[in-house]
């Protein structure tokens, strides 16, 4: 099985995920019921770790919960564990092996804070190093580059999202849920136009890749893949930080990848900055969006599906994002399934 044949599997595996991890989420609101976290902290590397943007920005605007990001090398590397003992303690793995996140889970459980493993394999050392387990389901991930790992990370994210605030008396939330394996369907149909995309830009090597809010995750994790992948020196930032002096970077004919869906993230101040860069800096702008108005200020754009609830919508507009690196690597003239240097499975200390 290719990364493409992975990335074409995403729908049926989350709509999978959607039906089998209910049960793991409800033991966990029992623990949280019997001890309510005052906050969340969150381990994870690499595309993991931007799972856990994702949940910093879906648990803080929608349950308004307080979410820090580890760092694990104050254990790994100092031996200090800091208190998290009233927190909710989550730990996110691919492979559930990194020894510095399965750390992480078993300092916190000490503490007696609760944890929560979220990893696509079940006998890990993750999740047996936590008290709840949710399993991603997604199957063997056979391609060095994750991508239905991740998008199972950020559904098990938006599910925790959805049964906290049912809790709390918002009986909907959970199925908002339910749109999304239809709308990653549809996002695959955008396949042609990501592959002319990538074609054109044949032998890029270096890019920005903008976004803010929710999709913030989105643009950190398009970066990586293009560097995984395509070699492509692929800096994210949030738009925000972007001009706090990175766009001095931008020259005629830089590229800029950004991703602006309609919300609050995509508002008026996203726009204008790619109006700027385009007309000001001479910047070769693509947009994934599923705004009209803001694909016509790009010079190539991908059409998100409409109507997907902002905090949703990193779901799928990484899926474009991931057929992008894909096609880029190959126009680029390298193997997707061989990138350099890279291995499956992680072990950091």
Not at 229 to 236: E, F, K, Q, Y
Request: with cysteine.
């Amino acid at each position: 099985m290719t990364m493409r044949d992975e990335i074409l599997e995403q729908p049926a595996v989350v709509g999978h995920l959607l039906s089998s991890a209910r049960a793991a989420l409800d033991g966990l609101l029992a623990r949280l019921d019997r001890k309510r976290p005052e906050y969340v902290v969150i381990a994870g590397r690499g595309t993991s770790d931007h799972a856990a943007v994702y949940a910093q920005y879906v648990l803080g605007v929608r349950n308004r919960l307080s979410v820090a990001l580890a760092a694990p090398s104050i254990l790994s590397l100092y031996g200090v564990a800091p208190d998290v003992s009233r927190a909710l303690v989550i730990g996110i793995s691919q492979s559930g092996a990194s020894p510095d996140i399965v750390a992480v889970v078993q300092a916190a459980r000490s503490q007696g804070a609760p944890t929560l493993a979220i990893t696509n394999t079940p006998a890990s050392p993750l999740a047996e190093a936590a008290e709840h387990l949710v399993d991603l389901g997604a199957g063997t991930e056979r391609s060095i580059a994750a991508t239905k790992s991740y998008t199972a990370e950020l559904v098990a994210v938006a599910m925790l999202s959805a049964v906290l605030l049912d809790r709390d008396g918002r009986q909907d939330a959970f199925a908002e849920l339910d749109v999304l394996p239809e709308a990653m369907t549809r996002v695959l149909d955008t396949e042609p136009d990501v592959q002319r995309i990538a074609r054109a830009a044949a032998g890029m090597e270096r890019c920005i890749v903008l976004g803010r809010g929710f999709e913030y995750a989105t643009a950190r994790e398009w970066a990586l893949k293009l560097k995984e992948l395509s070699g492509v020196l692929a800096d994210p930032y949030s738009t925000a930080d972007f001009e706090h002096g990175p766009k001095a970077l931008v020259e005629p004919g830089f590229p800029v990848l950004a991703v602006a869906p309609a919300g609050v993230a995509g508002s008026a101040d996203l726009r204008g900055l790619l109006v700027r860069l385009r007309t000001e800096h001479g910047a070769r702008i693509t947009v994934l969006s599923d705004d009209t108005a803001t694909r016509a200020l790009a010079d190539e754009a991908v059409a998100l599906p409409e109507d997907l609830p902002e905090w949703l919508a990193p779901i799928v507009s990484i899926v474009p994002a991931q057929l992008h690196a894909y096609h880029q690597t190959i126009a680029n003239g390298r193997d997707p399934e061989s990138p350099q240097h890279l291995s499956k499975v992680t072990l950091t200390r």
